[in-house]
C-alpha cells in the first residue's frame, strides 16, 4: 500500500487537462444538491461528475430510499450502525468495550464505557463516525452541506487516465477529497486527502470491490485491506439500537 501512495502522489497534480466530461443535463434533476451545498462556488463539469457518478452507483433515488447501513471498520473492532433516514448512529468498539449513540442533525453524541459514561469518547466517536461514512459512502455525499466541487480534468494513476473530481469542505481548515472517477463506468476507483494548504496527498487508496446492496453499489472489502467491511444493507433494525446502551 505504501508503494502505491508514494508513486501515485507523484502524479497528482491539481493542474491537468482541460478537457471536460460530456453527460446529459437531466441527471442533475435526478440528483439535487443539499441545503447547503455551495453551487456557486462549484463549476457546471464538476456537477455533471458528480451527477455521473451518482447515476453509477444506482442513482439518488435508491440512495436515498435505503433505511440502514452496517459495517465494520478495516480491523473489525467497530462496528457502524447508519440510519439514514432518521439520521441517527450508533457505534460499538470492541477495543475499549464503548458503545456511542449520535444524533446527526444536532451532533449532539452520549457515549458509555463499560456502562460507565464517557464524554471525550462521545467526541472521538463522533469524528470517527464522519470519517467511517465517507470511507463508506463518499461518492454518494458529493453535493451535501458544506461542500463544493471543482473538475480538474484528467489525471493518470497505475497507468490508466481518470476523470479528477474534488471535494472542497466550507471549513478551509477541513482540507480537500479528490476522486479518481473511471471514464467510461463513471465509478470512483481511487481516493485521496489533502490536508490544508498542502499540495501532497496523506493517502491515495483503492475505492473498489463494488458489490450491489439493493438498488446500488458499494465498495467494501477493498483490495488492499483498507476502508469498510461486511456492508450490509437493511430494511429493518431494531429502534433500541439508535435509543439505547
Known sequence: ???????????????????????????ANQNPAEEGFDLAGSDPAALQLADSVMHALGGRGNWDKIRFITW????????YYWDKQEKRARIEDAGDASITLINLTTGEAKAYVNGTDAPDKAAQANAAFSRASYELALPFLTKSKDFSLQYMGEDTLARQRYNSLVISLKDSTAGKYKLFV???????RYWSFYPAASTAAAFVLPFDNYQKQGEVLLSGNRSNGTGPKDIKVEAELSDQLFTAF
Open 182 to 188: 473511471d471514464k467510461h463506468e463513471k465509478l470512483v
Open 1 to 27: 500500500m505504501m508503494r502505491l501512495l508514494f508513486l501515485s502522489v507523484a502524479f497528482l497534480a491539481f493542474g491537468c487537462t482541460s478537457e471536460k466530461p460530456k453527460e446529459p443535463a437531466s441527471l
Open 72 to 79: 465494520k471498520s478495516q480491523d473489525d473492532q467497530v462496528t
